[in-house]
């Protein structure tokens, strides 16, 4: 009976020791990269912001089409954009339409443009700039898209890179290791190329360039200008989709092993990968944490999922590490007026 009374504690000391494990992460969190296309008026993502448990967004205004619905124009929806920025002290601008070319041309004005159109909200940074993308084939009106395979190297790309450090901004790079995988070893190839020559520009690669842990060990090891934002790493979109035919990217890496989990399981217990938790302990500078939602069903249902995903994540770090890694690396990388605690 005493045996079977001490097994019976003993259970519920372990269950009481997981459960306070999943207890969220109460330190400050910053939403390192987030847009908003005209499908959602820049006003609600602000009242959706406010009442989400984030502490800071930084945020850009994404290409429109005529498809979408329409709030107003779209240099309209940027002013509109802007100001809201400029209003709610949750949110940080990021400047720049990821789009900077046409058919492969660099559009330098596009960049110098939108900043104009941006000053009033005190712009942090430049929004993603896109190199690679995979063909969106229109099941969705929202997702018509051609594909982009642009080059890493050239002189108008220079340029780019030279607007960027004379304001010590980060440079993120929007690259698709998985769904480009035909490129992968050219793309990485100048990628290495690019960082060496310019050791004193912090690239960033959004969705952490669909890179495995392998591959993103390797660029870590040779560079120390390589980051790594995480959006769409939380495991949300590999459950969503499971099961589903994908029209779009579907590369994604995830942080968490979401194997034979639903949304409630994985949302209320994460559990991370090893490859990628031991990354994160050995490179604590480089990792940054970011959503990107993108279209208005990103804003309105996965957004407060991926922070509670997170949130718990972070959790099952140590402090000091975690808090590096949802504030401290943002705060330092883009010079943020923020308190990170």
Known sequence: MRAFIFLMLLSAFISSANAAAMKPYKGTLIDAHSQVRCDINPIEVGKIISVT??????LSASGCNKREKFFSTPITQY????????????IFGLAGMKNLTNKGVWNLKALEQSWKVGEQASFKGIAEILFQHAVWDGQDARLEYGGLQLN??????????????????????????????????????????????????????IHIGQASPEIARNLLKNHTNIYFLTSMTSGFNQIFTRGKKVHHQDGWETFFDVSGKNMKQHTSSPKWRPEWQNLISDYPNNFILGFDNVFAGNWRNRYRVDVNIWRRGLAQLDKNLAMQFACGNAKRLWNLPVDCS
């Not at 448990?53 to 930084?58: C, N, P």
């Not at 980060?170 to 995988?181: A, C, F, T, V, Y």
């Not at 992968?184 to 190329?193: G, H, I, N, P, Q």
């Open 53 to 58: 448990d984030i502490d800071y967004v930084m």
């Open 79 to 90: 002013k509109n954009l802007a100001d809201v920025v400029a209003e709610n002290p949750k």
């Open 152 to 205: 890493l190297q050239g002189a108008d790309f220079e340029k780019v890179i030279k607007f960027h450090e004379e304001r010590n901004f980060p440079l993120i790079m929007h690259i698709e290791l998985n769904d480009s995988k035909d490129k992968r070893e050219e793309t990485l190839k100048d990628l290495s190329v690019l960082l060496s020559q310019h050791p004193s520009v912090s690239f960033v690669l």
